[in-house]
């Protein structure tokens, strides 16, 4: 039977990341391509679901039996500071609209990509699944964190009503080939990275802000793809899923800017500048439910997948790499 898989920010980190895996794992595996299957990556140039009506013409373009949702506003935590009410409301329009066209067009299934910002600013760790509605969410970026806890709402509000089979994943801190490397909006990896690389390039000192102290699970995003690819065909629970590796894979800012200095074969100095602030030092989200449920299933070495991204990286910088240099692209 033929089915359509249509990603919404197909073109953006996780998106080229399920890409990729498709088209490299042998078809009719686990991950791989399935017989009678068209994969649909489309970019926010196809249709501004924000807008109900273009949103409505983009599923009916394609026909989707099933949807993986990645599309949304993001930003780095200054540019949420800034935008709490503009988060809000084009994250709440979009996934709105998504959820009810899939509905109105008879789209089989939807997955919907969260946030770990979606947990509450004070609660007990590590985050599991049932801890989302326990409490406000940290008030840098209230806006994006309650727009995205609303699609939990809105899947469980779906099925009860329409027997809707729409859920969710949880991913914790993403990093791969395709990232935003704009130091404007960039998350840490990204971020270390150009700013090693500039420090190469300028023959200038690569200063971290922080005292290198915090730890983070970083998961890549090519790992990240077949989760969401195993989810797609295998689990069919409202519930969300934390999508991460083990509280035991934590690493800190220190171990990554050593991983990347290595990576990116840098030899001048650098240091951290402990008059910036440093963030939460820990947040530690539990992968049980997801091992539990999987199997077995084996991450890519931290150091591994960091490789691939400075190889990408480089390799993409003057052309199709978000770096920020090229502003009107």
């Not at 150091?303 to 400075?310: F, G, K, M, P, R």
Request: with cysteine; net charge neutral; charged share 25%.
């Amino acid at each position: 039977m033929s089915s359509v898989i249509l990603v919404t920010g197909g073109t953006g980190l996780v998106g080229q990341a399920i890409k990729h895996v498709i088209e490299t794992e042998p078809e009719g595996s686990r991950f791989g391509k399935k017989a009678g299957e068209t994969w649909v990556f489309a970019s926010s140039s196809e249709g501004d679901l924000r807008d109900a009506e273009q949103t409505k013409k983009l599923f009916e373009k394609y026909k989707p039996t099933h949807v993986i949702h990645l599309a949304a506003l993001v930003g780095g935590v200054f540019k949420n500071i800034k935008n709490n009410a503009t988060f809000f409301r084009d994250n709440m329009q979009i996934n709105d609209n998504v959820l009810y066209t899939a509905h109105t067009l008879g789209t089989k299934k939807v997955i919907s990509c969260l946030s770990t910002c979606v947990y509450p600013d004070k609660v007990e760790y590590p985050l599991d699944e049932n801890k989302i509605h326990l409490g406000l969410p940290h008030p840098s970026n209230f806006g994006y964190a309650h727009s995205k806890r609303m699609v939990d709402v809105a899947n469980h509000a779906y099925k009860d009503q329409f027997g809707s089979n729409f859920t969710s994943a949880i991913p914790t801190n993403v990093f791969g080939p395709h990232d935003n490397f704009d130091l404007e909006d960039a998350h840490v990896i990204p971020a270390l990275l150009h700013k090693c690389y500039l420090s190469m390039k300028n023959g200038t000192p690569f200063i971290v802000a922080g005292t290198g102290t915090p730890l983070r699970q970083f998961i890549y995003s090519r790992d990240l793809a077949k989760l969401f690819i195993w989810q797609l065909r295998e689990y069919d629970d409202v519930e969300p899923i934390i999508f991460s590796v083990g509280e035991d894979e934590e690493v800190s800012i220190k171990q990554v800017t050593d991983a990347i200095v290595r990576a990116m074969n840098f030899k001048g100095e650098y240091s951290f500048d402990t008059t910036k602030a440093d963030g939460q030092f820990r947040k530690p989200a539990s992968n049980k439910k997801l091992l539990s449920l999987i199997g077995d299933f084996k991450f890519t070495p931290f150091e591994q997948a960091l490789d691939e991204t400075v190889r990408w990286f480089l390799q993409n910088y003057d052309t199709t790499a978000r770096t920020g240099n090229k502003k009107s692209v």
